[in-house]
């Protein structure tokens, strides 16, 4: 028996990039090795949705617990490099919304990350407009970025993790982020958009380090560099 559960996200006035920030999102977190699910799109009613699917065997075929507070804490606690990997990655798509929430721990009791809605082109919250602008505006400003809080970047500490995680991110193939963007269909992203994407992942891939170190400040716990 198999417990199969599908969450669906369509853009809307108030979220209106959700399917391009899943999609992409997704794809460059697993490809670093992070856990994430991988997100599906189809098209219902003429428009299209991003379907994260969850499958995990049961005895019954019931749900099961996605895991508590206490437990995803845990885990982390004892995996630290997994950690600083969630950290580095939501600094490098610009996703200022990570909470125990949007974490789950897997059958195999390991945390996965999901809900990548609110990274890269954002949406409109504020003074920050969504799309280009946003990106454009959080280009070399972490500061920008965390216009909300993001729930664990206090727990960012230890410049080896760090290391291991931007190391992974920069050695992401242009050609792969080229790919997963141009890949997605028809009017969810426009000409002018997609160029702009790749454009500002393939910067941001080789200055993450610098990013975390110019903007130390914003990480009270985390030594700084040689120090």
């Known amino acids: 028996m198999f417990y199969v559960l599908t969450i669906g996200k369509r853009n809307t006035s108030e979220y209106p990039y959700s399917v ?3 999609k992409v999102a997704s794809e460059l977190g697993r490809v670093i090795g992070l856990r994430i699910p991988e997100i599906l799109l189809y098209r219902v009613a003429d428009e299209w949705l991003a379907f994260s699917h969850f499958i995990r065997q049961t005895e019954s075929g019931e749900s099961v617990p996605a895991g508590t507070a206490a437990e995803i804490a845990n885990f982390f606690q004892e995996n630290q490099e997994e950690l600083h990997g969630m950290i580095c990655f939501d600094l490098f798509v610009c996703n ?5 929430d949007n974490l789950i721990l897997g059958d195999d009791n390991k945390v996965w990350l999901i809900d990548h809605g609110n990274s890269l082109f954002y949406r409109p919250a504020g003074a920050i407009p969504s799309g280009i602008p946003r990106l454009q505006s959080i280009r070399g400003n972490l500061a920008a970025l965390l216009d909300k809080p993001h729930r664990f970047i206090e727990a960012l500490t230890k410049w080896e993790h760090i290391d291991t995680w931007c190391d992974r991110i ?3 193939p242009a050609h792969f982020t ?3 963007i141009e890949s997605l269909p028809d009017g969810i992203l426009s000409k ?3 160029k702009f994407l790749f454009e500002f992942l393939e910067e941001r891939k080789d200055g993450m380090r610098s990013l975390i170190h110019e903007n130390h400040s914003l990480f009270p716990r985390l030594t700084k560099r040689g120090g």
């Open 20 to 22: 391009a920030n899943e």
């Open 96 to 100: 200022n919304d990570r909470r125990t």
């Open 170 to 172: 920069s050695q992401i």
């Open 178 to 180: 080229q790919l997963v």
């Open 192 to 194: 002018e958009e997609r």
